[in-house]
């Protein structure tokens, strides 16, 4: 009897499927790769490296079935696909944890090669655990990595409060990064780039320095502390009415990572941005990208008064909405309320008053700035303190000051500087002043 086509591949197909969850029922689970000195078990599940990171949990039998028959039918079988991806290619190591009270995963982990910096530990990119197996899955995305390395060590951490790593152990990971990728051709600042007639200036760029103590309540200290120093010119003179927003820098390997600074101010015509991102050793050189914008000396046609806002330092919050013909359209809410903490700030002025501005342009990257503010009685009122939230890229924008209004103050007029930024992208070769820290782990297991 000739059965047809579809039949005989079903039946094959079933019968693979069951010799293959005999054999994988036969085979003995994974083992532990590492065993922390608190007792807690890790195993090494896979890593993965590129934009688009997947993990299938379950066993052989499981993921055979999900293939071909459907995910939701392997499902049935103890099958789950664990997906996300990233901004630049990257490496995301997967591991296991075995369920129960005492080997809870650890959120943190961080990376070096042997001999080399290693980076602030950064928190957990997925983590899931299975109904059917008392195990955890964790996962860390890494994308600023000594790409060059052969070997990787992925090191766990715990934090607990005040922040500071606890050092648990540490396994080895295969580097599945592209190896022998040219370098961009930078050079060691000082770098000068002219856009739009200003020039702006990389005057240092140094890696390897120790965390200054002003930071040590948000960093670990295990990554180095890199100084980046600018300077801004117009007309042949140093100009002091420029702060940088964020640092983007991206290595010749792909290394990625990205600064946001609520407030970078300029001291004399000096800017100088520091950071515990890591720029290894290995990577030759960088694109390093910041976002330059003006704080005063704005063109008129960036300037827009919203006149005769009603508002005193006692009244409950104002929002106001409304649409500034410049730049396109722009649509904007302003929000006024009393200060939460009425206290001295910058600029020798009383905060009684905090102001929002959520806002959405026409025209992509729009930044803003307080430039102004007059009260009801013609006096210039005192703001500072002012900072943004928006993404890198898009038409969405938040701003965020502080001011003081007279006790005698009932309406405002309030003077935005809607603005488009100054990306300026240096090609650099760090200066390190030394190019490995001193570790607290015990050795790696292999």
Known sequence: MNRPVWQRWWFAAMAFVLVAGFLAWLLPGPQADLVLADGRQVSLLATTYGTRHTYEEGSFLARLVARFFGPNRGERFGYRSHNFSSMSPSLTVWTEWPRGGSNSPPRYASIRAPGMFESEPLYLAASSFSSRKPRSIVAWKFESYPRRAGKLEIRFHDHPLPYRPNPLGALMVPNRAEQGVAAFGGSEPPIRVENGGVKFSLKSLESGLEVPLWRRGTESALA?????????????????????????????????????????????????????????????????????????GYAEADLWTLREVPVSRTNSAVVTNFVAAIHGDIAAQLTLKPALLQSAAENGYLRTTDLGLSFTSSVPEMRVELARVTDNRGRELKFGNGYALWPHTGPNGHYVAGMELAPDTQSIDVTFAFQRPRFVTFVVKPTFVRTNFDSAFPPASK
């Open 224 to 296: 180095p502390w890199t100084t980046a120093t600018f300077e801004v010119r117009e007309g042949g003179a140093i100009s002091t009415n420029w702060m940088i927003r964020r640092i983007e820098c991206i290595g010749a390997t792909s290394n990625y990572f990205a600064v946001p600074y609520t407030r970078l101010p300029n001291r004399n015509g000096r800017l100088e941005a520091g950071f515990s991102k890591v720029l290894w050793p290995d990577e030759p050189d960088w694109n390093l990208t910041a976002e330059f914008v003006r704080t005063s």
